[in-house]
């Protein structure tokens, strides 16, 4: 299990856009078998910085997420969209220890 | 609800001391009635890197949060063992969007 966590910076004109784009990959994302969370956050204090929260059962599970059909159609609209490169973090998670709760 | 992602950077010489103070703040934020989540995380490449990704109800379940004897044990604990000032940004949630998902 990990998480990958995505930070994105949209320009002001697309954060629409880039709204309803992402809520259909967070959809997409959440069929997944290996797929355990995609929360999809703003910023409270700049509405134009997202945060991509992505738990997936293994590494496996994100190369495979990489070749759908929603992803590749995210990113494909998302790219033109961003004020500048998105950040990638990959984890390991500490807590909870528990897979039941992912 | 909402969703503070707090990113620490832990002295190398602390990262163990840390890791145990965490997942004790962990274990008892769990049990606030206004917490949803509180996931701690290890950066993949950076060791010294921490991601806490902590949902709650409301702003008023992060005050009382910060009045509880585990958060107070904790800051007293930690502060001492950053390597520069801990960053966190609030963010309203996107997706998804069902509280029964939190």
Known sequence: M????????????HIAD????TVDNHTGTRTEPG?????????AEDPGRFLLYEA????DAVEAHRKTAHYLVWRSKVDA?????RELVSHRIVAPADPAAW
């Not at 997936?56 to 590494?59: A, G, I, L, R, T």
């Open 2 to 13: 990990l998480v990958n966590v995505v930070t994105v910076y949209v320009k002001p004109e």
């Open 18 to 21: 880039f709204l309803a784009a």
């Open 35 to 43: 797929n355990h969370r995609f929360d999809v956050l703003q910023s």
């Open 56 to 59: 997936f059962e293994s590494q």
């Open 81 to 85: 969209w961003m004020a500048k490169p």
